[in-house]
């Protein structure tokens, strides 16, 4: 068995508790406590509970890493930690600890936080299951959980909260069905299940939410047609059910939703038969995406009728006939449709997005000044665009500087759903493209930042971003990018930044960023990255952090990533990563921060680890293979403040040369096969947490250290 931190100390939530009474002393386990905290002897019951869900839930989300932290021991309220709001009675009624870091599961404890009306946790490393438990929380009214690597399936259970009203679980990893009981969340105003592994058929009872304003599906597995009692939600404003495994006729009904504005997307799926002449009812319809498909029969002229609408996409189709003159009418429209099926004799200046209209079509591409000039201007030597990849490459490159530059700003707009972005892009403002959102430009009014961070991107980047020649930083973390990275970055010389951690990516790392002499960042983690890490990167000479974590990488480490002598940060947990961890790792003489665990990786831990005398932060091996005993170098880290080496298979004894290291806070040994007893040395480390197992390993440690186990005297 083993045991977390036996707490000592007061539990009045106003004094700040870092524990429990020691005569009512509560020991607890890793993963499940070993009783419940009401039959613990206290004086503050409610306290004490209190405090045992928050240490369970910063032991079990990594805690110690976080970038806000908690201190237990610091003697102040639990109400005045980072990311915890509490009502007047010191009960808990939020978490929110957006982007902090947090690493590992929701423990189920959580829903013994009775109060608890918010919990927010978006943008992390979270695994493992939703807990039912949450289930329980009769006052909980928004859970925002997207943008972790959450598994498992969606716990009916929440159903029962009937006061929810906004559940966002999107770009996670999660599986099964929607489960019918969301039906009774008749307070719910937005559901976001976007971007999963989600299967089955849209629950009837769905369709009672008559709160819900946004509904938001696509990226799913989800099969069936689109039921016409979908018409009954009246309410919503924005409804995305694009790349799915939808079939079937679009149904009437869908023009009763006279309030959707915002998008209405039903792309990349198998819709079939004609476009009902209803839909020129949603007159307050922004967005409608209902290209790849398979709709037949003539474009309605109802459509024409779509007097707010910005962007239409009918391509890719086996639509046929005209545009109908009144679609020409909307002069604020883009009008994406399949030049060869489609004629097109538009007068008006519609931004047609094909090439057969007399006056606007989209091939007649503009040649802008970057400074002030209008975006829509014909050239004279046009270069055709379409939905999909330029004909050829020689034609983009042609483009003269400003022209090129517009031309790759659009796709990359067009590519990314620029349209739902958060900060948007007008490129009818007349406006520089150096005073769109989130692009930086030098003294001569070229690209030399992207930054659009939790902006909303859906969808791919596009090669074309490869023509950005003085591009230095590509920040674009925290969306739902889709598709591949594209290997044309790796021509992008001056490229030195590029965060892409946070997205639904796929596909394998292009070799091609091998070239990327200047780079000095590479996150890409918490995507769903497969293959085997490119021995390219070793060309990396100016990397100073390398983020590959939280993927699908499988294969062993490349010996050329240990020339890598300016690395500070590396991290490659999460993945398939096997074989032993090699003794070149020891030359990397800059690393703070080594995460290898969660892996495949066997063998023994290499005495040359304990050359990495700048490592700091973390060195977690935890979760692996690894065998052996533990080498006596390790106690050579002096500066460093955590270690994991947790659920492997190492044997031996604790070299007593572990009590060197003076900076250490937190060590994991538990889950092993380590015998003997704890050196004393290492009970003088006052200020660390041990954990270990104590049916295998004796203490008699007779200082005041945070010794977790049972054992101690």
Known sequence: MFHDKVFAGTTNPSIAPSNVPSNGQTTRQSKKPSQSPSKQESEHPTAIATLFVLYEFYSSTGGINWIDTWDFSSGESWCSFHG??????????????????????????????ASLTSLRLQYNYITGTIPSELGALSSLRYVLLQQNPITGSIPSELGMLSSMADLRLHNNRITGTIPSELGKLSSLRNLYLNSHFISGTMPSELFTLSSLNNFDLHGNEISGTIPSELGTLSSLTFLQLSHNL????IPSEIGLLSSLSRNLALDSNDVTGSLPSELGLLQSLRSFYVDSNDITGTIPSELGELISLTTLHLNANFISGSLPSEL??????????????????CTESTYIVGTTCNLMPFSEFPSVSPSSTPFMVPTSNPTTISTEEPSSSPTVLTMNPSTSTIFVLYEFYSSTGGINWIDTWDFSSGESWCSFHGITC???????????KENNLEGTIPSELGMLASLTSLRLQYNYITGTIPSELGALSSLRYVLLQQNPITGSIPSELGMLSSMADLRLHNNRITGTIPSELGKLSSLRNLYLNSHFISGTMPSELFTLSSLNNFDLHGNEISGTIPSELGTLSSLTFLQLSHNLIFGKIPSEIGLLSSLSRNLALDSNDVTGSLPSELGLLQSLRSFYVDSNDITGTIPSELGELISLTTLHLNANFISGSLPSELCALTDTYIFYDEHEISCSCTESSYIVGTTCS
């Open 84 to 113: 915890i709001t509490c009502d007047d009675f010191d009960q808990i009624i939020e978490i929110s600890l957006k982007e902090n870091n947090l690493e590992g599961t929701i423990p189920s404890e959580l829903g013994m936080l």
């Open 246 to 249: 939808i079939f079937g006729k």
């Open 328 to 345: 020409c009418a909307l002069t604020d429209t883009y009008i994406f449709y399949d030049e060869h099926e489609i004629s097109c004799s």
């Open 442 to 452: 030098d003294d001569f009014d070229q690209i030399i930042e992207i930054s659009l």
